[in-house]
């Protein structure tokens, strides 16, 4: 016991008392906050300005997740192809250096997002103005997919009849349907989500070189 309380108990003690000496006398040096000076202002200013928290992710998913949501809207138009990036990393070009391959049509919206609310809102009232046939979702293969994705995508799956996820490399190039861990993960977690909709494609057409 004596061993215990020398060499375990003692120095926890010591050290404790000394870290709480040291806050009180850093404490007791910190000036007031001189709420005059511009540059407080300013960072008071900045905080004044931003958004209320809004909670996008609850930790229940409601009953009703695993149908889409529909949206009030027209006829999808055939003959018509919407591309959308979604959350790609910043290496990623673009458009994307090549379209995919079989699905015919004339693009009518190509857009890239980061993810955030106000994003996700216009793109879902830009897929809803275009209505396109085709639904072409682009992905970074080797990022994981959350709970935030998986509603991204029911809300905007409604939309075009016909729907895709493409996932692609850093270089912008599509990621083959081979048993790879990107492919299987996006795979699993399509299936664990209900999403067996968004077809996983890998067709992609480089860009025509001028002779």
Aim: net charge negative; with cysteine.
């Amino acid at each position: 016991m004596g061993c215990v309380f020398t060499f375990g108990l003692l120095p926890r003690v010591v050290f404790m008392l000394l870290s709480y000496a040291r806050w009180r006398s850093g404490v007791a040096r910190l000036p007031m906050l001189d709420t005059a000076d511009p540059y407080v202002r300013a960072v008071f200013m900045r905080l004044d300005a931003l958004d209320p928290p809004v909670v996008t992710d609850p930790e229940r998913r409601p009953a009703n997740a695993a149908g889409p949501r529909v949206l009030p809207a027209g006829p999808a138009i055939p003959g018509t192809r919407a591309i959308i990036g979604f959350e790609l990393p910043p290496e990623v070009p673009w458009p994307l250096p090549g379209q995919p391959e079989g699905f015919e049509g004339k693009n009518v919206l190509e857009q890239r997002i980061a993810g955030a609310s106000t994003e996700r809102q216009a793109v879902e009232a830009a897929l809803a103005q275009v209505r396109p046939w085709t639904l072409v979702i682009v992905v970074y293969a080797a990022s994981s997919p959350d709970r935030g994705t998986a509603r991204f995508f029911r809300e905007i799956m409604p939309l075009a009849p016909q729907c895709h996820l493409l996932l692609v490399n850093a270089d912008g190039s599509a990621v083959a349907l081979e048993d790879t861990e990107g492919t299987r993960r996006w795979a699993d977690w399509l299936a664990a989500e209900s999403l067996a909709a968004l077809e996983l494609v890998d067709s992609f057409v480089p860009p025509q070189e001028n002779v």
